[in-house]
């Protein structure tokens, strides 16, 4: 059959009925430790022949006839079974794979996916539902019921194509997405256009606030591939990192343990805007608090950010993916200052409790203020290293065996 042939019905029951259906997998890669992190499962048809009719070719075909539904269930344990042979080779890795929210339109597939989970004794985070922000428009309450319990099994949930859409954001707001995936389209404008770029960082900044996971796809070429580390992104697949694979060279790109070079700079200036938060949501706070009247005050609950110094956002990327830098002078000077500037934010709320006033508690703002400059200071400074390395890192990179570019040589 040659693929760009009429696709019928029939046609796609009887590619079902001899398991000609299989999974492609494209990687993801981590931008924090620049280690493969798992992958997006791709439908492919295989003929006898082994030629490969792509989806664009049958999928909206599958879609607009419901037979998506048939597809889906039919190639579900193919997925659980590849996935059970990936976690053997590393438990770390996550599978996400694409469904229409036909998929969920009863609680058949739901039952499926919890019973094989139960059955092959997968953890549940080492599967990812993908969904188009389109199929959540066209959702309704039905069938956002029917994948809750999957997020409740410790399945995430990635809304696919954010920012292609009109009601991205609305439709955010409504479901428990775990990650967004940027649109490829938005990802290959972004170095032609300061809107696109705009979007793309504000994006991730948004999606960094929400605790959402963002990947980039359809990312195409180096310069697309720094912007995004520059900008704070996490996770990517596209092209550059590699196509997708059948399962036994997808084992073996694993297998090959490549990093990724780049340090994860757009970390740092995320953790900068973050502690500059912390401290106007804190001092706004402890303000308008001590403004009020006594009797007022004692009704009032003060609205405080995590006040623990290993529990705001600063403090979280600290002890975790800020360990990349943990050689740096800065870095190392860092977690002083910033312990004691949560210390004073904890006297401050201590104060407000007690009926200071604004004037008793502005000795203990100023000393807030400047132990934030002392924390911004070596963020910045970090910044500044970290990016002069990053590109220097690059231009040995560029030249590595491992390199894509040079592995497609």
């Given at each position: 059959?040659?693929h760009?042939?009429?696709?019928?019905?029939?046609?796609?029951?009887d590619?079902?009925?001899?398991?000609?259906?299989?999974?492609?997998?494209?990687?993801?890669?981590?931008?924090?430790?620049?280690?493969v992190?798992?992958?997006e499962?791709?439908?492919?048809?295989?003929?006898?022949?082994?030629?490969?009719?792509?989806?664009?070719a049958?999928?909206?075909?599958?879609?607009?006839?419901?037979?998506?539904?048939?597809?889906?269930?039919?190639m579900?344990p193919?997925?659980?079974?590849?996935?059970?042979?990936?976690m053997?080779?590393?438990?770390?890795?996550s599978?996400s794979f694409?469904?229409?929210a036909?998929?969920?339109?009863?609680?058949?597939?739901?039952?499926?996916?919890?019973?094989a989970?139960?059955?092959?004794?997968?953890?549940?985070?080492s599967?990812?539902?993908?969904l188009?922000?389109?199929?959540?428009?066209?959702?309704g309450?039905?069938?956002?019921?029917?994948i809750?319990?999957?997020?409740?099994?410790?399945?995430?949930?990635?809304?696919?194509?954010?920012?292609?859409?009109?009601s991205?954001?609305?439709?955010l707001?409504?479901?428990?997405?775990s990650?967004?995936?940027?649109?490829?389209?938005?990802?290959?404008?972004?170095?032609?256009?300061?809107?696109n770029?705009?979007?793309?960082?504000?994006?991730?900044?948004?999606?960094?606030?929400?605790?959402?996971?963002?990947?980039a796809?359809g990312v195409?070429?180096?310069?697309?591939?720094?912007?995004?580390?520059?900008?704070?992104?996490?996770?990517?697949?596209?092209?550059?990192i590699?196509?997708p694979?059948?399962?036994?060279?997808f084992?073996?790109f694993?297998?090959?343990?490549?990093?990724?070079?780049?340090?994860?700079?757009?970390l740092?200036?995320?953790?900068?805007?973050?502690?500059?938060?912390?401290?106007?949501?804190?001092?706004?706070?402890?303000v308008?608090?001590?403004?009020?009247?006594?009797d007022?005050?004692?009704?009032?609950?003060?609205d405080?950010?995590?006040?623990?110094c290993?529990?705001?956002?600063?403090?979280?990327?600290?002890?975790?993916?800020?360990?990349?830098f943990?050689?740096?002078?800065?870095?190392?000077?860092?977690?002083?200052?910033h312990?004691?500037?949560?210390?004073?934010?904890?006297e401050?709320?201590?104060?407000?409790?007690?009926?200071?006033?604004?004037?008793?508690?502005?000795?203990?703002?100023?000393?807030?203020?400047?132990l934030?400059?002392?924390?911004l200071?070596?963020?910045?400074t970090?910044?500044?290293?970290?990016?002069?390395?990053?590109?220097?890192?690059?231009?040995?990179?560029?030249e590595?065996?491992?390199?894509?570019?040079?592995l497609?040589a």
């Amino acid at each position: 059959m040659n693929h760009q042939m009429t696709i019928s019905k029939e046609d796609i029951l009887d590619a079902i009925t001899k398991d000609e259906f299989v999974f492609y997998y494209q990687p993801k890669v981590s931008l924090v430790t620049g280690k493969v992190i798992g992958a997006e499962a791709l439908i492919r048809w295989v003929k006898p022949d082994l030629t490969v009719i792509p989806p664009s070719a049958f999928i909206p075909f599958a879609e607009a006839t419901s037979l998506i539904t048939n597809i889906t269930r039919h190639m579900f344990p193919k997925l659980v079974s590849d996935t059970m042979v990936l976690m053997d080779i590393d438990s770390s890795l996550s599978i996400s794979f694409n469904t229409s929210a036909k998929d969920f339109e009863d609680e058949v597939f739901t039952r499926q996916i919890l019973c094989a989970l139960e059955a092959s004794q997968l953890d549940g985070h080492s599967l990812q539902v993908e969904l188009t922000e389109t199929a959540t428009l066209e959702a309704g309450d039905k069938i956002k019921a029917n994948i809750m319990p999957l997020r409740q099994a410790g399945l995430g949930l990635a809304m696919d194509d954010f920012g292609k859409g009109y009601s991205s954001l609305d439709t955010l707001s409504k479901w428990p997405f775990s990650t967004i995936k940027l649109d490829q389209g938005i990802v290959s404008r972004m170095l032609e256009s300061s809107k696109n770029a705009t979007i793309v960082e504000n994006s991730i900044r948004m999606a960094h606030e929400l605790g959402i996971s963002v990947v980039a796809e359809g990312v195409e070429n180096n310069d697309q591939y720094q912007q995004l580390l520059e900008m704070g992104c996490t996770k990517i697949q596209g092209y550059w990192i590699s196509k997708p694979l059948p399962l036994s060279q997808f084992i073996s790109f694993v297998e090959a343990d490549i990093r990724w070079s780049g340090l994860p700079i757009g970390l740092i200036h995320m953790a900068i805007m973050d502690h500059v938060q912390w401290r106007k949501h804190l001092v706004s706070e402890v303000v308008k608090t001590a403004s009020l009247p006594q009797d007022v005050r004692r009704l009032r609950y003060i609205d405080t950010p995590a006040m623990g110094c290993t529990d705001c956002r600063l403090g979280k990327w600290f002890y975790d993916a800020g360990q990349v830098f943990k050689d740096r002078h800065a870095f190392q000077q860092l977690e002083k200052p910033h312990c004691d500037f949560h210390n004073v934010g904890q006297e401050l709320v201590r104060l407000v409790g007690s009926g200071a006033s604004i004037e008793m508690l502005t000795p203990k703002l100023s000393e807030l203020s400047s132990l934030s400059m002392v924390v911004l200071g070596h963020l910045q400074t970090l910044e500044n290293e970290g990016l002069m390395d990053m590109h220097a890192a690059h231009r040995e990179w560029v030249e590595h065996a491992l390199h894509p570019e040079n592995l497609r040589a």
